[in-house]
């Protein structure tokens, strides 16, 4: 139903934040589990361009299906600047993920 691991490239916007604007660029590892459609850890790096740079652990649950295309899910993601104390911030979010423009291996 699901793969077994994505890589992805993502854009973020971040209303009322001081640094709202992040590409990332990561891995998700998908877990299928009872209950709920999946659990994801994933490792992700981002950069808004200049000069904020950083890693973010994070975590998604996939909470239902769609239209038998789409994932509802929800995330937390933590990051942070290494070595740049005071960096910090954390993300709540939902979500849509799908497969349908994939490239599969």
Known sequence: KYPM???SA????????????FL????KH?????????????LNGFTNFKGFNGISPEVS????RAFNAFTVYTRYRF????GQKGSEFHEFSIGLYTNFF???F
């Open 5 to 7: 691991g994505y890589f």
């Open 10 to 21: 993502e854009y973020s916007y971040i209303i009322n934040a001081p640094v709202r604007n």
């Open 24 to 27: 990332r660029v990561g891995y």
């Open 30 to 42: 998908i877990i299928e589990i009872p209950v709920f459609e999946y659990i994801a850890p994933g």
């Open 61 to 64: 649950l996939g909470l239902f």
């Open 79 to 82: 990051n942070a600047m290494p």
């Open 102 to 104: 994939s490239l599969n």
